[in-house]
């Protein structure tokens, strides 16, 4: 049996401008007919990360998407979701209500759109969107106009990251027993049920598909994906990775997300 591969997106396998190198599209596919897995581990939601996957050709057997952050697992091949886990409602509406009396920007989804109240329709939802190529469904308030428990919430602040940071705080202090909180790049805070984790996810993963935590190669650049990393039997932290995600891992790639950074991690630890 062949080893699993787990690759962030954003600032691992794609480049800076959103697009995937002929290089890293190569090594994936070579990595998969020597009898690998591949799959894709992202905070995105699951439409875009489907979206990623199509392009990438990693849609067949042995090819799988876990999305939010762990909060869902997808099968490429039979084109079902695994597993599933939400948000519990009184803890998403706590955080609306606290965001909202911060002026923090916050939002959060269904299964294929990012939502946000009509308070927050503003440039900040247009701007997250147009990279990862979502839409967006604009609501009066969250505790009317959701049906299914969304599995994650995320905090965005584009001109500055201190009100992020202050909410981030808040979080840790009153609601650390329910939720979990991290930045998954310099902008976004993630915000996830306690417990959900890419490495969770990783583990899962693994178990369901029979390969020893050994055989799981994890490469990835962010806070959010230091789990996966510590999870993995092998951790590979990009180049550009942040200095946490650095010393978490096993691993450190000589090339950037912008320089096959992902090929030169599956030619050393998948042969």
Request: net charge negative; aromatic share 8%; glycine share 8%.
């Amino acid at each position: 049996m062949g080893k699993c591969l787990f690759l962030d997106l954003d600032g691992t396998l794609l480049r800076d401008d959103k697009t995937l190198s002929e290089t890293n599209h190569r090594a994936i596919q070579d990595a998969l007919a020597r009898g690998h897995r591949a799959v894709i581990t992202t905070g995105r939601p699951l439409k875009s990360a489907l979206l990623q996957a199509q392009r990438l050709g990693l849609t067949g057997e042995g090819c799988y998407i876990i999305a939010m952050n762990g909060g869902m697992v997808w099968d490429c091949a039979e084109e079902r979701e695994l597993y599933r886990r939400g948000m519990a409602w009184d803890d998403l509406y706590t955080l609306f209500d606290e965001a909202n009396r911060r002026g923090v920007f916050i939002q959060t989804y269904d299964d294929w759109d990012v939502i946000v109240e009509s308070r927050n329709d503003n440039e900040t939802v247009r701007r997250y969107c147009a990279p990862i190529q979502m839409g967006y469904r604009v609501v009066g308030d969250v505790r009317r106009d959701l049906t299914v428990p969304p599995t994650k919430a995320m905090a965005i602040d584009f001109s500055g990251r201190a009100p992020v940071e202050a909410f981030e705080r808040w979080i840790h202090r009153e609601m650390s027993d329910r939720l979990d909180c991290f930045f998954s790049c310099q902008y976004y805070l993630e915000i996830v049920p306690a417990g959900q984790n890419k490495g969770a996810a990783l583990a899962a993963m693994c178990a369901r598909l029979g390969i020893p935590l050994r055989d799981a190669v994890a490469v990835g650049d962010a806070a959010n994906d230091i789990p996966m990393i510590r999870t993995a039997g092998v951790g590979v932290a990009m180049a550009n990775a942040d200095p946490a995600v650095k010393a978490a891992a096993d691993a450190i790639t000589c090339r950037d997300n912008n320089h096959d950074g992902v090929a030169e991690a599956v030619e050393r630890f998948l042969g």
